[in-house]
T-cell receptor
């Protein structure tokens, strides 16, 4: 069964550094998403991406965040200047048709020190 | 704004017994409802969904969920629990948009 993959599985960075989290969605999917889960808290929506542009974003997704689909297979989340509170598990998801369930990757654990 | 509540942080059940994991939701339009399961060090795996039609939805691994519009609930059920069902379960809702809103999760512990 096709899967969403994410790299790295764990990223440690210093406060103020830029990080890029990478995702390879399922190949025929058209909608792409990033979610995050701070330890012990709910999974929170960050952003959705369709047709090479952001279709929806949450209030968490401020100017420090950006997404890109640079080459038709990868889908990246960039945090320009990380803060301690950005430490979380970041999940990528993709979707083919609008009413189906989103398929999630295994997540990248980001630790900001 | 849409929201999801999972009132139980943990549900304990003996293997072979039926299980229920509760979920209630709030959404302005017609709800699209989902259950996901998370095993340790794994991503969220899609279990089942309700979009429209029959209120009883069957999903993966023998799980089912019942949509109850009057009670705004979408409880997850399984007639006979397995130890391997032990995991973290998330209920989620969408309105017509893209954004999934998740509940806080319920840890299911199935004991032999």
């Amino acid at each position: 069964e096709p899967e969403v993959t994410q790299t790295p599985s764990h990223q440690v960075t210093q406060m103020g550094q830029e990080v890029i989290l990478r995702c390879v969605p399922i190949s025929n999917h058209l909608y792409f998403y990033w979610y995050r889960q701070i330890l012990g808290q709910k999974v929170e929506f960050l952003v959705s991406f369709y047709n090479n542009e952001i279709s929806e974003k949450s209030e968490i997704f401020d100017d420090q965040f950006s997404v890109e689909r640079p080459d038709g297979s990868n889908f990246t989340l960039k945090i320009r200047s990380t803060k301690l509170e950005d430490s979380a598990m970041y999940f990528c998801a993709s979707l083919n048709l609008g009413v189906q369930g989103q398929y999630f990757g295994p997540g990248t654990r980001l630790t900001v020190t | 704004a849409q929201s999801v509540a999972q009132p139980e942080d943990q549900v304990n059940v003996a293997e072979g017994n039926p299980l229920t994991v509760k979920c209630t939701y709030s959404v302005s339009g017609n709800p699209y409802l989902f259950w996901y399961v998370q095993y340790p060090n794994r991503g969220l795996q899609f279990l089942l969904k309700y979009i429209t039609g029959d209120n009883l939805v069957k999903g993966s691994y023998g799980f089912e969920a019942e949509f109850n519009k009057s009670q705004t609930s979408f409880h997850l059920k399984k007639p006979s629990a397995l130890v391997s069902d032990s995991a973290l379960y998330f209920c989620a809702v969408r309105d017509g948009g893209n954004m999934l809103t998740f509940g806080g999760g319920t840890r299911l512990m199935v004991k032999p």
